[in-house]
């Protein structure tokens, strides 16, 4: 199986700053008929997952903007412009090319 | 709008049974693959299975297959998960997640399974 990696685990963010979560993959994440099946997942506390990014750099309906992807094979970025207070939660990547689908470890982003 | 809402969770013996469902409403049910993706406590999300639109094909993780079975019922847009030999480790709230390609665009709410003697 694919094995998806996250960096940091954890990153205390200080309000109106900028945040950044690396999700690297073990294998290249290009699927033969050319799309990137990778996606980031916000969970808030007590809450379920919510998708914020799809494809690598797709923003979801009603996602805020300052939410961003980007990346290309195996190393991958979700970058909030400035967090608020709300951005707080769980943030986590996964992978759909391969065979079974696989969800990186998560990164806890909470205030300092 | 999407809804999914899973119930049917609980506690449960090591090796008993439980059935869990998904009742699906805001889109055309039975156009979509359905997952099933759990979260153990203090762990990463984990796939479970999924099924195909008409129900005809289905998919499971290894750790599951031959004890859990994946089914829908598309005139009544539901979901189902049927959990058998269950095991300490299947502990997790389990997630039904509506999959297009495996980008899981939308989610349930959970159900929390408990097995636990």
């Known amino acids: 199986d694919v094995v998806m990696t996250q960096s940091p685990l954890s990153l205390p963010v200080t309000l109106g700053q900028p945040a950044s979560i690396s999700c690297r993959s073990s294998q290249s994440l290009v699927h033969s008929n050319g799309n990137t099946y990778l996606a980031w997942f916000q969970q808030r506390p007590g809450q379920s997952p919510r998708r914020l990014i799809y494809?690598?750099?797709n923003r979801d309906s009603g996602v805020p903007d300052r939410f961003s992807g980007s990346g290309s094979g195996t190393d991958f970025t979700l970058k909030i412009s400035r967090v608020e207070a709300e951005d707080v939660g769980v943030y986590f990547c996964?992978?759909?090319?391969?065979?079974?689908?696989?969800f990186g470890p998560g990164t806890k982003v909470d205030i300092k | 709008e999407v809804q999914l809402v899973e119930s049917g969770g609980g506690l449960v013996q090591p090796g008993g049974s439980l059935r869990l469902s998904c009742a699906a409403s805001?889109?055309?049910?039975?156009?979509?693959?359905i997952n099933w993706v759990r979260q153990a406590p203090g762990k990463e999300l984990e796939w479970v299975a999924n099924i195909d639109p008409d129900g005809s094909n289905t998919y499971y993780v290894d750790s599951v297959k031959g004890r859990f079975t994946i089914s829908r019922d598309n005139p009544k847009s539901s979901l189902y998960l049927q959990m058998n030999s269950l095991r300490a480790e299947d502990t997790a709230v389990y997630y039904c997640?509506?999959?297009?390609?495996?980008?899981?665009?939308?989610w349930g709410q959970g159900a929390l399974v408990t097995v636990s003697s």
């Open positions: 494809k690598v750099s």
């Open positions: 805001g889109f055309t049910f039975s156009n979509y693959y």
């Open positions: 996964v992978q759909g090319t391969h065979w079974p689908p696989v």
């Open positions: 997640a509506r999959g297009v390609d495996y980008m899981f665009d939308f």
